[in-house]
């Protein structure tokens, strides 16, 4: 395998350097030196991880691990169940977070609002978040799967996968506001002075000028807490929901295979790092827009 | 109680402000006719800013009354949004809206306040930005903007929304001072358009220029206030001739 090109310029490779943005012009090589730094960056790499694949395969029980864990014709078996399970896992937080990004606005909004009128807001929202955010998640889900359908009462849907989504909406909303709560303290004052010095209501001025401000700072916490929120839905299996982790459960316990725990991590990169990169160059694409090539 | 003077586009009595134990205004009472234009100078930390914000209702007040064309402000159960879109008011650093095209931000306002459509908004917005000459960056971000042009597009945003009065906060301070004369050639067009403005500013040239009266701040209060002439050349108070002597000292007049 080869890395094409020239030298690893770790700004593209992230895609932070959007165009027209404040970029960082890379240094001008001589071709010589271009093409010896490539190929030492090259044997650099391949040493390394030669070293470290022979170390591993080498070891005494390697065989044993790798049919415990790299198995392929288990992989190629259990294949369509993962990739069935994993519906589920994303359903669970793509739904949940649809949910979150309005919720959490909401309670952030509740935190901040001034004057005595609205402490029993103010302390209501504080409250939820501390108590969101101080339960592990795992008991969250255990009480709400489990206990309220446990009522018994008319109309309350028993549904794990239902309670899994709304625990975790409930818990990664207490982050998020906090998240948004941040952004909007970050926004300085005077933007709402001149706002509501135009007439715009107190609502008007967080609608149109504060929060579309505040969002745009912190797009990259916000997906900090959605990739935890993504990772966090495998522990809606305790209650019974056949997602990712518990369909790899259920394997292991037929096959005595680790093999889909393997697939199951590959399947959280593969759709955890390109989210992280499209946000990046997102945001990077943002402030290209806003900030002048003066 | 009420005596309504019907050409009296602003008047202020007995306003007091403080902050915590700092009492920034000590009892101000200010009257401005229509048309009129009234600078006040005063060194920093004298109270110009915290008085027009007050008036702009950004501020609290602790006692005191403000009427606008003859409407009490400051009673109780006043609608503050309806005052303030009354009342224009650009401050010294821009305040523009940064993720907004300039279009915007003078249009959003009108649409949002005044319940214009889209299409008045922009036409009215792209009319007032075509008077500045600057009706061709509509579609650019302030930040792509020089100082001095996002000023006149902040002068122009309170302006959208055709206010009774307009309160300009040191609006020249944060300019490169040759970006100074863009803004000011463009306060002198509205004075010269009949607008009504309170001027808090350092530009003592400016104000003798362009003032039917100015008026001294000293530590919370109007010490003096006179037509320019007087007020530049033979100031009453001693407070006044010192803080003269100062910008004349410093070659600001």
Same mark, same amino acid.
Request: aromatic share 8%; proline share 5%.
């Given at each position: 395998?080869?890395?094409?090109?020239? &030298?690893?310029?770790?700004? @593209?490779?992230?895609?932070?350097?959007?165009?027209?943005?404040?970029?960082?012009?890379?240094?001008?090589?001589?071709?010589?030196?271009?093409?010896?730094?490539?190929?030492?960056?090259?044997?650099?790499?391949?040493?390394?991880?030669?070293? !470290?694949?022979?170390?591993?395969?080498?070891?005494? $029980?390697?065989?044993?691990?790798?049919?415990?864990?790299? $198995?392929?014709?288990?992989?190629?078996?259990?294949?369509?169940?993962?990739?069935?399970?994993?519906?589920? $896992?994303?359903?669970?937080?793509?739904?949940? @977070?649809?949910?979150?990004?309005?919720?959490?606005?909401?309670?952030?909004?509740?935190?901040?609002?001034?004057?005595?009128?609205?402490? &029993?807001?103010?302390?209501?929202?504080?409250?939820?978040?501390?108590?969101?955010?101080?339960?592990?998640?795992?008991?969250?889900?255990?009480?709400?799967?489990?206990?309220?359908?446990?009522?018994?009462?008319?109309?309350? &849907? @028993?549904?794990?996968?239902?309670?899994?989504?709304?625990?975790?909406?409930?818990?990664?909303?207490?982050?998020?506001?906090?998240?948004?709560?941040?952004?909007?303290?970050?926004?300085?004052?005077? %933007?709402?002075?001149?706002?509501?010095? !135009?007439?715009?209501?107190?609502? %008007?001025?967080?609608?149109?000028?504060?929060? &579309? %401000?505040?969002?745009?700072?912190?797009?990259?916490? !916000?997906? $900090?807490?959605?990739?935890?929120? %993504?990772?966090?839905?495998?522990?809606?299996?305790?209650?019974?929901?056949?997602?990712?982790?518990? @369909?790899?459960?259920?394997?292991?316990?037929?096959?005595?295979?680790?093999?889909?725990?393997?697939?199951?991590?590959?399947?959280?990169?593969?759709?955890?790092?390109?989210?992280?990169?499209?946000?990046?160059?997102?945001?990077?694409?943002?402030?290209?827009?806003?900030?002048?090539?003066? | 109680?009420?005596?309504?003077?019907?050409?009296?586009?602003?008047?202020?009595?007995?306003?007091?402000?403080?902050?915590?134990?700092?009492?920034?205004?000590?009892?101000?009472?200010?009257?401005?006719?229509?048309?009129?234009?009234?600078?006040?100078?005063? #060194? #920093?930390?004298?109270?110009? #800013?915290?008085?027009?914000?007050?008036?702009?209702?950004?501020?609290?007040?602790? *006692?005191?009354?403000?009427?606008?064309?003859?409407?009490?402000?400051?009673?109780?159960?006043?609608?503050?949004?309806?005052?303030?879109?009354?009342?224009?008011?650009?401050?010294?650093?821009?305040?523009?809206?940064?993720?907004?095209?300039?279009?915007?931000?003078?249009?959003?306002?009108?649409?949002?306040?005044?319940?214009?459509?889209?299409?008045? *908004?922009?036409?009215?917005?792209?009319?007032?930005?075509?008077?500045?000459?600057?009706?061709?960056?509509?579609?650019?971000?302030?930040?792509? +903007?020089?100082?001095?042009?996002?000023?006149?597009?902040?002068?122009?945003?309170?302006?959208?929304?055709?206010?009774?009065?307009?309160?300009?906060?040191?609006?020249?301070?944060?300019?490169?001072?040759?970006?100074?004369?863009?803004?000011?050639?463009?306060?002198?067009?509205?004075?010269?358009?009949?607008?009504?403005?309170?001027?808090?500013?350092?530009?003592? #040239?400016?104000?003798?220029?362009?003032?039917?009266?100015?008026?001294? +701040?000293?530590?919370?209060?109007?010490?003096?206030?006179?037509?320019?002439?007087?007020?530049?050349?033979?100031?009453?108070?001693?407070?006044?001739?010192?803080?003269?002597?100062?910008?004349?000292?410093?070659?600001?007049?």
């Amino acid at each position: 395998m080869t890395i094409g090109g020239g &030298p690893i310029d770790s700004g @593209e490779l992230i895609g932070l350097a959007g165009r027209g943005g404040p970029r960082r012009s890379p240094r001008r090589m001589p071709p010589g030196e271009a093409v010896r730094s490539t190929l030492i960056a090259l044997v650099s790499t391949i040493v390394i991880f030669g070293v !470290l694949a022979v170390v591993i395969t080498s070891s005494p $029980n390697w065989p044993d691990v790798q049919d415990k864990f790299f $198995n392929g014709p288990i992989l190629a078996s259990s294949w369509p169940k993962i990739i069935e399970a994993f519906g589920t $896992n994303i359903a669970l937080f793509v739904i949940a @977070e649809l949910l979150i990004l309005p919720f959490a606005l909401v309670l952030a909004i509740l935190r901040g609002l001034p004057g005595p009128v609205f402490f &029993p807001f103010r302390l209501l929202a504080t409250f939820y978040v501390d108590f969101f955010r101080a339960v592990p998640s795992v008991v969250i889900i255990y009480l709400l799967g489990f206990g309220i359908p446990g009522l018994g009462l008319a109309g309350v &849907p @028993e549904d794990t996968f239902f309670w899994g989504v709304v625990a975790l909406t409930l818990v990664y909303s207490a982050y998020v506001s906090e998240v948004y709560r941040a952004g909007i303290e970050s926004v300085h004052w005077s %933007q709402e002075a001149a706002a509501r010095s !135009l007439g715009l209501s107190r609502l %008007q001025a967080l609608r149109f000028v504060i929060v &579309p %401000q505040a969002i745009r700072r912190v797009i990259p916490p !916000l997906l $900090n807490d959605f990739i935890g929120l %993504q990772k966090d839905t495998v522990l809606v299996s305790v209650i019974g929901v056949v997602e990712l982790f518990r @369909e790899g459960q259920i394997i292991k316990a037929a096959k005595f295979n680790f093999t889909p725990f393997i697939a199951i991590a590959v399947l959280f990169l593969v759709i955890t790092i390109p989210l992280a990169r499209v946000t990046d160059w997102l945001v990077a694409r943002d402030r290209a827009r806003q900030v002048a090539g003066r | 109680m009420t005596t309504r003077a019907p050409a009296q586009a602003l008047r202020i009595e007995g306003l007091h402000k403080s902050f915590g134990d700092l009492e920034v205004l000590k009892g101000i009472d200010l009257a401005l006719d229509e048309h009129e234009v009234v600078c006040l100078i005063g #060194s #920093s930390g004298s109270g110009k #800013s915290t008085l027009l914000r007050c008036i702009n209702l950004l501020e609290e007040i602790d *006692a005191g009354r403000i009427f606008v064309e003859g409407d009490e402000v400051t009673a109780k159960g006043v609608d503050v949004n309806r005052i303030r879109r009354r009342i224009g008011i650009v401050f010294q650093a821009f305040n523009l809206f940064p993720h907004m095209s300039v279009l915007d931000n003078v249009s959003l306002a009108p649409r949002k306040v005044l319940g214009l459509s889209r299409t008045d *908004a922009e036409a009215r917005a792209t009319e007032l930005l075509d008077r500045i000459g600057l009706a061709d960056k509509r579609n650019d971000y302030p930040d792509r +903007l020089s100082g001095g042009q996002q000023q006149r597009v902040a002068i122009v945003r309170a302006l959208a929304m055709q206010p009774d009065l307009l309160l300009l906060d040191e609006i020249t301070s944060a300019l490169d001072p040759e970006l100074v004369a863009e803004v000011l050639n463009l306060i002198r067009e509205l004075a010269g358009n009949g607008m009504t403005m309170l001027i808090a500013t350092h530009e003592m #040239s400016f104000a003798r220029e362009i003032a039917n009266r100015v008026g001294f +701040l000293d530590a919370g209060r109007i010490l003096e206030i006179a037509p320019p002439a007087e007020m530049f050349s033979a100031p009453r108070e001693e407070r006044t001739q010192q803080f003269l002597q100062r910008v004349i000292a410093a070659g600001r007049l």
